[in-house]
């Protein structure tokens, strides 16, 4: 499994916005820059933040603003955010297994309960950290970097 560039763009996002948002307008294109991608990726992930009640985007001078403390956005709340199936179960099953055939047929009986063990622990590590994290991180790297 592999989790799509969303996410990290979207971890991006909110740790450039905390770290300019005092002095800088927050925007698109502002955060494209940062992150060296097109500002319509940035925009469409900056609008599935939004859904997810993560940021406030304020159009013309306004820029985007977070909606809560960074070390209260897990990394769950942003896997659910921008991946797009994040909604379904991780594992996806082939649609059509042989019901006439003895493998096929039970298939799913022997494989659904452990494929959601590992969802389940997955959730729960995500959940388990948050963007706060990644943002002290940032800030130790750049004052050991002076």
Do not use: W
């Amino acid at each position: 499994m592999q989790i799509s560039t969303k996410f990290t763009i979207a971890v991006h996002i909110l740790a450039a916005t905390k770290y300019f948002g005092e002095d800088h307008k927050i925007t698109s294109q502002f955060l494209a820059a940062s992150i060296g991608s097109n500002p319509v990726i940035v925009r469409n992930i900056m609008l599935q933040l939004q859904s997810a009640g993560l940021i406030e985007v304020k159009r013309g001078p306004g820029g985007i603003t977070i909606t809560r403390p960074l070390s209260e956005i897990t990394f769950l709340d942003i896997y659910n955010a921008v991946e797009t199936n994040s909604d379904e179960n991780m594992f996806r099953f082939h649609e059509n297994p042989n019901p006439a055939c003895p493998v096929g047929r039970n298939i799913h009986t022997a494989l659904d309960a452990s494929l959601q063990e590992i969802q389940n622990a997955f959730e729960k590590e995500l959940a388990s950290h948050n963007v706060g994290e990644v943002y002290d991180n940032i800030i130790t790297a750049i004052k050991s970097a002076s």
